[in-house]
């Protein structure tokens, strides 16, 4: 039902409340996005949950399982990937190989039968390339598999993005900002894609700053303000929630 | 061109003449870089070395075009199969030296072009690897061929011991803790003279010997070396082409990324290192059974900087273009014999030219050539 629980979870550094004792569920195949002004505590929450950062305290339980020690490699393996709100592709190596190194931990085959090229080798490297090419072509990035990521105009990076984090298959994506800097035909793309992945079965949780996006697309609105949860629920619940407005929408619009 | 060019350029031209002649001819080497270059940007601004770009684009065609790739490799696989035959004694020993000097420089491109860890001492798995096989040989009677597994195992768990502890740190610390350790092997190597020799070396290492034959001769040599070389590039490509590879990359470009999408990033280090260092040993073996004699001596802090600089002039990363790295850099010294004061100036110019018109390594192919703005 639930796929991730987290409860209590609290992130410090020296003196600064990134994350003040946050609690909030997610149903199975559902896209909850995370608000917030900047500095709110959205990406280091994404940060703990993905092992990148150990929590100061609280848990996180993923499928049933508490996962808040385990490092970033152990996270993706059990089925939690990411995007970043900074570009982080493998920008000298190819498009293809970018997707390719999200299966590391779904294939696996030994030093020897890379050197000895088996058929096994043979078979799982196939494996791999299919893969790749298929989340390649739900990003719509098929065309370029064989360009240099760095080489990619911005949009198409950040989709490139998506397509790694689907290529390692996850149960949930976390999705930080995946439209930071787009423009309206771009981020409307994403969103379809977004839409697109929720149907695949994925859950989604999403840090996104457009407020009309994120009412449309979400099942369920978590809202952080200086690191402290301040309201959850549906999107219209928290259109309407004062608390909410004052914190967050109301200084949005009084820019 | 980049500000911190025309510094770090010529410093490193400086810092290789430095053991060789002295302070001052560094200074001046320093200096006739530093003019060198400034005046190449200047030209550069005036738009005049439309050749130089000619010959620039000449070269890309020739190194990325695979077909000619293909038909060049094979080539010249044929001649130094059968040079052995024309090549006088001095030459052969040039090429047997270069083609350990080509192990090394793969070895340390494991670890420094794939990987993306810096290590300054590499000579120190170098010199374990020679070290093993000369007390092995002259204190136990064991033989080439059963000592081989071993020189190469206590390279690869010195460079896991080195790691473990290392791989904590990030960067230059990482450079400066192998920059020790190659110095702690080499003072290691000097002072432990009950099982070392001390300064002096050890001397009467056996040639390797097969159903009973030795294999002492110089084209016994080259042909042994040859394989291992053939062989280390077979092993090393198709590991570069496999998940352990994409790995590795994957870990030079954005850590947090890789062991987000699943990649034990520490692990993977240390398979580099393991695997990097695994070769210099081999490279080490051979080094002893060819001179039949190994001392402190041959394995210095400059013996590292050198093998660094094959693994750049190359491209880092790059396979084909490490090996051309380090049979240039390996010869080198000999081609340049006549003019033997000016050597290291000429080496110097060359690597100002490469950085300058292949930034990438002479044989690097990923080059941003086709950047495109973002929308
Ligand atoms: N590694 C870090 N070290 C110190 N402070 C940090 C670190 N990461 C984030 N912070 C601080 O935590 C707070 C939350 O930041 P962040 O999670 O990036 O916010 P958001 O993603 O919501 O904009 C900010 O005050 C930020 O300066
Ligand atoms: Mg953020």
Known sequence: MFVLEVSNLTKRFGGIRAVEDVGFKIRDNSIVSIIGPNGAGKTTLFNCLTGITRPTKGNILFTDKYISKLPPHKTAEMGIARTFQNIRLFSEMTVMENVMVSQHARVRYGLMSAIMKNNGFRKKEQTIREKAFEYLELVGLEEYAGDIADSLPYGSQRRLEIARAMATEPKLILLDEPTAGMNPAETSEVMTLIKKIRELGKTILLIEHDMRLVMGISNWIVVLDHGVKIAEGRPDDIKNDPLVIEAYLGREMSH | ?375
């Not at chain 2, 050749?51 to 790739?69: D, M, R, Y």
């Not at chain 2, 030459?91 to 670890?111: E, F, K, R, W």
Request: proline share 4%; net charge positive; hydrophobic share 55%.
């Open chain 2, 1 to 375: 061109m980049k500000g911190n060019r025309l510094i770090v350029i010529p410093l490193f031209a400086a810092l290789l003449l430095l053991p060789f002649k002295g302070i001052q001819a560094a200074v001046i080497m320093f200096i006739t870089v530093s003019a060198g270059l400034m005046l190449i940007s200047f030209l550069r601004k005036y738009r005049i070395p439309e050749g130089f770009n000619k010959i620039k684009a000449g070269l890309q065609i020739i190194t990325e075009n695979s077909s000619i790739k293909n038909s060049i490799i094979p080539l010249m696989m044929i001649a130094f199969l059968v040079s052995p035959i024309f090549l006088k004694d001095y030459y052969l020993d040039v090429l047997i030296i270069s083609g350990i000097y080509i192990l090394l420089a793969l070895g340390l491109n494991i670890i420094v072009g794939f990987a993306g860890l810096l290590n300054l001492g590499f000579a120190a798995y170098y010199a374990i690897g020679a070290y093993a096989y000369a007390i092995a040989n002259t204190k136990f009677g064991l033989g080439f061929w059963p000592s081989l597994p071993l020189s190469a195992m206590f390279a690869a768990i010195a460079g896991l011991i080195v790691a473990v502890p290392a791989l904590r740190l990030r960067g230059d610390y990482l450079a400066i803790v192998t920059l020790g350790f190659g110095e702690i092997v080499r003072l290691v190597l000097n002072n432990w003279d009950s099982l070392t020799n001390g300064p002096n070396g050890i001397t009467e290492i056996a040639p390797p010997s097969l159903f009973g034959f030795s294999l002492g001769k110089l084209q016994h040599y080259y042909y042994i070396v040859f394989v291992f070389v053939l062989l280390s590039v077979f092993i090393i490509r198709r590991v570069e082409l496999s998940r352990i590879g994409r790995a590795w990359k994957a870990i030079r470009e954005n850590e947090i990324a890789a062991s987000s999408t699943g990649i034990n990033a520490t692990k993977y280090k240390l398979y580099a290192f393991i695997f990097g260092t695994f070769w210099a040993g081999i490279a080490g073996i051979l080094f002893a059974a060819k001179m039949r004699f190994v001392s402190p001596e041959s394995f210095t802090f400059m013996e590292s900087v050198l093998m660094l600089s094959m693994v750049i002039l190359g491209g880092i990363g790059n396979i084909y273009g490490v090996v051309a790295g380090a049979f240039i850099l390996a010869l080198l010294p000999e081609v340049l014999r006549g003019v033997h004061d000016y050597r290291m100036l000429i080496l110097g110019i060359g690597l100002v030219l490469l950085m300058l018109f292949r930034p990438q390594g002479l044989w690097g192919g990923h080059y941003r050539r086709n950047k495109k703005c973002s929308s």
